[in-house]
């Protein structure tokens, strides 16, 4: 009985949840699923409550899980190959600021700056400046 309970203090003391991904990774792995068009696993770095915003402070209409999968459905169906590279990225605390160039979507490229805010190993705010 004593081994069994020590056994199961150990277990319970040693099963350590593994740690968070950091924001460089969980905005790379979106980036990675973007470029897929993988829409389960783009949707799934970030949170419940995500919210896009422009850099004058309005709040863009995909907010939450539901419209960010809606609308990036719709942009994976009417551009097939839609994909952005990471121009230039910056890390510092919870943010990552990333120089984008998107193809895919008209007859030129063009850029975009992101700035993905990060909170527990989701991406919960972005902001976007275009052009």
């Not at 993988?38 to 899980?65: H, N, S, W």
């Not at 942009?75 to 097939?80: E, N």
């Not at 990333?98 to 030129?108: C, R, V, Y």
């Amino acid at each position: 009985m004593l081994v069994s309970l020590a056994l199961t203090s150990l277990l319970a003391v040693c099963a350590v949840p593994p740690p968070e991904p950091s924001p460089e990774a969980v905005v790379q792995k979106q980036v990675d699923a973007y470029n897929a068009h993988d829409l389960d696993a783009f949707v799934a770095c970030y949170g419940d409550v995500i919210q896009f915003r422009t850099m004058d402070g309005k709040v863009g209409p995909e907010q939450g899980l539901t419209p960010l999968r809606k609308a990036y459905e719709g942009i994976f169906k009417r551009y097939p190959k839609v994909r952005v590279s990471v121009l230039k990225r910056i890390c510092q605390g919870l943010f990552v600021i990333d120089q984008e160039e998107a193809e895919g979507m008209g007859p030129e490229p063009f850029t975009v700056t992101a700035i993905y805010e990060t909170w527990h190993g989701k991406i919960v705010c972005v902001w976007f400046i275009q052009r």
